[in-house]
């Protein structure tokens, strides 16, 4: 693979960065324990705690 190709492969836009242990999914699963609207300062802060504190089944929505 050539570098910087890996946010290609994870899904995600020229000039974005995966954060490890995080996924872009380009389906929504069936169910979640915690489903996060806003991907705001907020949003990704509570996904990124909740994440810390064990949760692996964090949806975080944003609009695009």
């Known amino acids: ?3 910087g190709n890996e946010s290609r ?3 995600l836009r020229p000039g974005e960065r995966a ?3 995080l996924s872009v999914m380009p389906e929504l699963p069936s169910e979640a ?4 609207i806003g991907g705001g ?3 990704c802060s509570v996904a990124y ?3 810390a ?5 964090v949806v975080l929505l ?3």
């Open 1 to 3: 693979a050539m570098p």
């Open 9 to 11: 492969r994870a899904g």
């Open 19 to 21: 954060v490890e242990g």
């Open 33 to 36: 324990r915690v489903v996060i």
């Open 41 to 43: 300062v907020i949003g």
């Open 49 to 51: 705690h909740l994440a």
């Open 53 to 57: 504190l064990g949760f692996d089944d």
């Open 62 to 64: 944003e609009r695009q």
